[in-house]
Structure formats: C-alpha cells, structure tokens
C-alpha cells in the first residue's frame, strides 16, 4: 500500500547531515522524528515500561536486526539557499533562531535588526513529496505509522530548532492511492479546534489498538497511573493551549510574537505587559531602540548565575533565598526546566560557566531538550496560529546532578528540576498566554483553546 505526501515548508528548515552548509531533510530524519512522536503517544499507554515500549517501536519501524516494515522516500527536494547573507530580521524570530543568525547592525531608516545567516536552510514556502510504501498488508501497524506521521506534521518539525518554530511542515495534499487522506491536514470546512481535537482523538485510538495487538505489547498495554512520572514526556501528561489571531498573517510575525514572549518570559519581566506594548503600532516589528535594549539584556536566571558565580557577588532576593542553606540557593534557577545546558559568560571577567547535569561518577555534562514546543499553524486562509505544548514528565533521572563550576576548585550544587517544576513552568506559560492572548473585542477571528479538551 502506498501514500502520497505534497508537503510545504511553512517556516525556514536547517536540515541536514554533518555539513551544516548542506541544508537536506533526508529520510533517515524522518524515520528517527516519526519514532520520537511514536514513543511520545505510546508512553500514554506502555507509561514506564520500558521494554514495553521498545518491543512495540521495533514492530513498527524495525531495529539493527530488522528492517522497517515500510519505505519512505523524498522527491523534488528544494535547493537550499546558502548562508553568509544579512537579512532583516523582527528580534523574536533572531531570538528563537539563534544559532542561525549573528547580529550585523541597524541600518538607518529601518524598523529591525539585520543579521547575517550563517547556515544554509530551504525557505518557506518551498514543496517536496514524501512517498510512504508498506511491504506487509497490515492494517494496525499501518495506523500507526500513519499516526506517527500525523504527529510530526502537526506537534512536530524537522531540522533543528523544531521547539521553537523552525522546521514546519504542512500536507497540501495526502492520498492512499486515488483517495484522499483528510485528516492530515486542516481544512476550510472544519475548525482548527476540532481538526486537532478529532485528528489526535483518531490517532489515539490507533496507538491504543497497536499497544493491546501488537509484539506481544498486550501485557502492558493500559495507561500508566502516574503518567507525570514517566521518564519521558506522553501525550499522558501534557498542557496545551492554541491560540488564533486574526492578524497575524506571516511567519514572521508569529516569530516575532511568541520569540518576543518567551523571551519576556525566560526574563520574568512578562508580569504587567501587554502585546501593543512590545511593537511599533504601524508595523509588525520592534523599534530599534527596544531591540537594541534586549540584546543587551540577559535573561534573569542568566543574570543570576554571572553575578553570584562569576562577578562575586548575590543578586538573590530575600524571598528566593532558603535561610537554611543559603550556601546552595536551592530556588536560584527559576527557568532551567525550559532546557539544559545554560553556558553563560562575563564579558566583564572573560569567565565562562555551564549550567548542566551529569551522572554520578560521571564528568561528562549532558544536555535536556526543552519540554516546551512551540509551533506556527498555517492555516487554511492564510493566518498563523500557535501551538503551545508542554510535555510534563521527569524532567531529569532520579540520579541525576546538577552542578555549576564556582572558582577553581568548587561547585555550586543546585536542585535538578523534576516534573513538579516542569508543571509548575506550564501553569505559569499558559497563564500567561491566557492572559495576553485572550480573544480581543472586536476581533471576531481571534481564539483561545485549552488542549487536551477539558
């Protein structure tokens, strides 16, 4: 059985292999996305039972020992455009895409920043085909291969930033043959909501069958008790919210936006704020002058670890301070649960830090991948939305450390987030979120959705 994918890029996609001035999404990269959304829905069903997990992936898209049970391929692939060019860029989507972008100047006359591209990528905008072929007639590992996909092009990216908004794929068209697949992407007759309320509702129900069915996944088939405590984030434990406004009709304006919030946010400077407050009236971006102050700008937890750890000295409030230990700040890093590791520098001091975990009896520091996605959603008149979505599971393993190099010999030893911080940050975002994106009088295309339903 075979199914067609017409696929376009909503936003600019950094893909490809170890040469980053080679911008490619390869099949290889599909295979491995499709897996982690495979194990992001699974877990809602197999929880922590890990060989649970495993048995049923391998059924699904092979192992070393076994080849997939299926045949992705990709045709007319877009040439990527090269790099070392500057373009004019609203801060939020510089901010979001950092590792892209270098800061060149501001030209007289302009109302944003330009910075320099120093990695190749395929625009926006561009088409490509994605080809899907089984080699077994088997309707329930189909599903959820299907599933897996459906995941990806509409939680998920390709690429690199794909938690912030890079990497967005959009299915103009999917067919079974001559039949077309109407799930897969949202439509004009059907309300963004309930496209992704019925469309995961059906995939759910398809992971719930191939977990009760499949390898022998019976056993440990049924929702995990605790689905908060998986060591992993499911669609077990997740807050979500979607949000339309009926202005905002360019990708560059959602970076804009939600780059510019997180941003505030990250900074603990969100309280008070309002959206007309961080933009030029009669345009999309920053005054230059506001943007030049946010570059300069550190975020709070950054500011904290510089001037306690590197410029000597402790900025910590009063109530932020454990009176019992004040040695170990234990609520000094209020955002770490937004990702690991945070590297900081003093360019007063020319010192370096990093902020990371480790394993006991290890010296290698790790990295965490933020439980925070955040996604434009092109919809079908042309606007783009927001999808927020925190996954809310152990953030970190029950081992785990967290240490930040304090002078030549020491360490200042600080709590490792758990999945209580994590649902803390989510409570704390989509308030925030309801609070300055709340439908606006006089906006009849603006909406607020809670997912999952409640």
Known sequence: MRYDFQMQTVTEVFAGGANPQAAEPRPSEFHGLMRFWFRTMMGKFVGNDLDALHRLERAAFGFTDAS???????SDVPAADRPDFAVPLPFGKAYLGFPFYEFDEFKEGDDVAWYRVNRSYIPAGKTFTLSLRFKVPDAMLQNVVLGSLWLLFNFGAI????????????????????????????????????????????????FGTFAGGAAGGGDAAGEDAEPENTEYGTFGAWEGRLVVRDDVKDADRWFDDWGLFLRLFRNDEIAGTQPGDWQVPSGNYLHPRFSRGLLRQRTLDYRRVITHCIDGTDPVPDDLQDPSQPEHLKTYLRNDVLGLPIVVRSSRRRKSRTVAWRVPGESQDRRRASPLFLRPVLLPDGRVACLCVFFIGHFLPDEAGMGLPYGEYDSLELDPPNHRDIRRAAERFTGEVKRLFAPRAGHPGDLLLTLPEP
């Open 159 to 206: 690429g690199s930033r794909t938690r912030r908004g890079f990497g967005v794929l959009k299915a103009l068209s999917a067919h079974q043959g001559d039949t077309p697949l109407f799930y897969f992407a949202p439509s004009p007759s059907m309300p963004i909501g309930d496209f992704y309320s019925r469309g995961r509702k059906l995939v759910e129900g398809w």
């Open 68 to 74: 997939a049970p299926f045949v992705l391929r990709l």
